[in-house]
């Protein structure tokens, strides 16, 4: 009798998993491994479907517990070292693909899983002399091939991550990750509308839930690009899915407003979302918010604890505290810095959840210009100091990212690309820079006989209204789209912006419509960056002239 009980609850559980329900399929698996705790296909299934549906620490457990059933089992190997990747544990995870190898060499699963181990240690080239290893010997494994067009890809070798998803598409036309990779690598390309075309043709029935996240995604960036909002931002919402990797969840004590919910009588809290640059840029739809006949009768924000003094000065009337982010059984979840009481909110929403209301067509970015204010005080502080600092005009340099994994890192110049710009002379270049950045400023003044100054007493990274401040203080802003350069242009720096050729930013225009006083210089094609610097050193030649 429990065994075949068992036996239903598994075969329902995979039912929901192949329909895409992880959620239905955990709970059953679940309810099968409480009848009986030796239930190893209980425990694999469990497993399977947290891992599917985004719940990485149930699927680290589940897999524990089968593995307490049946040590060194090389697929619950292989399955934990995934899980370890996905929770950002390269060193762990290498330990255990190079189990379950030992166990089954050639395994093509652990093979792929442990070249991706490495990339994320920092050690591409062996990962991918061991993939070109294993195809010399098994030239016909299409994962192989698509595996290895991703880590060449992500180290911005598009034409042989062209060639290698081309070869995985000959040898399984129908391959799922594969089409979905070549049609990344368009988007990373600038091509769009191949890109969104190739991802319209790849089926969501089948998917688990984080593969569909994925792919709507994606398919969100491609629609944006070409400057389809409407079908960007219902697309969009996939961000805040349970399946999408990386996601954080939000423990907010209201209920959730939507889009087409009212929002007259709300006592709205909106709640930042994602990383600072994109709590920055969002908040630009505030204003129109605020001015709407509809508005709410009370609104609030929570913002990261960095941002709450600007956020103050700037939107008076709205109540402005912090949100805080932590870790939750492998999962992180945003919730509220400061206690609530009861009705003190009546709905809340993420930031940007308001851009279909708000920013229906480009149209709607009309207007608007600086929202954030900075403080006067500081910035009248800043232009004293730069006065000191040399002759010409006082330019700001931003040239990287906190967040460079996978194609982001494509995105962003070397540093050595910016040659031409540091060699116009009469400008006195500033450093913006969060994080280390000792070697690109050696590289300058010991290379190109530049130097960049760096802001004694600042904090580039922690003290945001000093780095808001001193971006206004500056004649112009140079810089890639991080989240100081957001801030600077929020706060109406005069700004001059840095795109690669798939920034969804940029909605199909011509221009930035986030921050209209920014001026573009996009790169047309991947890795073409020479043209752009070129651009900005001319334009910045002549402004300093004029």
Known sequence: MTAGRIGTLLAQAMSHLEASRSDEAASLARSAVEIDRTSLAGWRLLALACEAGGDLAGALSACEAALALAPGDPDLVTRLGRIALELDLAGAAEGLLRQALAARPGDTSATCLLARALAAQARSDEAADMLMAYLADRPDDPVVWDALGVLVAERGDAATARTCFAEALRLAPDFTPARFNAANLLISEGDSAGALQALEQIPEAGLVARERATLVFSRACARLRLGDLSGGWTDYAIRNDPGFPGTA???????????????????????????????VMFAGLLPDLLSRKDRPVALSLAVEPRLTGLFRRSFLGVTVSAHTTHTLAGRRVRGLAEPTHPGQYSAWTPMADLLPLLRSDVSAFQGGGAFLVADPDRVRDWRGRLAGMGPGPRVGLLWKSGLLSGLRGNAFAAFAAWAPVLRVPGVTFVNLQYDDCSEEIAFARDRLGVEIRTPAGLDLKQDLEGVAALSCALDLVIGVSNASFNLAAACGATAWLITAPDAWTTLGSDHYPWYPQVRLFPSRRAGDWDKVFLSVAEALAASSAA
């Open 249 to 279: 969840a939000f423990d907010i004590p209201a209920p959730k407003w939507r889009p087409g919910d009212p929002l007259a009588g709300q006592k709205l809290l909106v709640v930042g979302e994602q990383g600072l640059g994109d709590e």
